[in-house]
């Protein structure tokens, strides 16, 4: 027969059991949230630089294409 303060017992542990694996869940998930803050800071640097690089190569073609020379095969 079990008494009051067994099933108190016992369910404390379950608790105890749940707020450990609960614990590992939220640690997992803030270490998931940390390096994926961090990939997205590098994929926003990465397309800030090619959009510079866009801009560059878009200043240093010619504004109208007709204004270019043929090509020699012409």
Known sequence: MTTPGDELERR????????????????????????????IAALERALRDLRGEMASMRAGQADDPHDEPPPPHY
């Not at 609960?22 to 990939?39: F, G, H, K, P, W």
């Open 12 to 39: 404390l542990d379950e608790m105890e059991v749940k707020l450990t694996f609960i614990d590992e869940a939220v640690q997992a998930l803030t270490a998931a949230d940390a390096d994926q803050s961090q990939r």
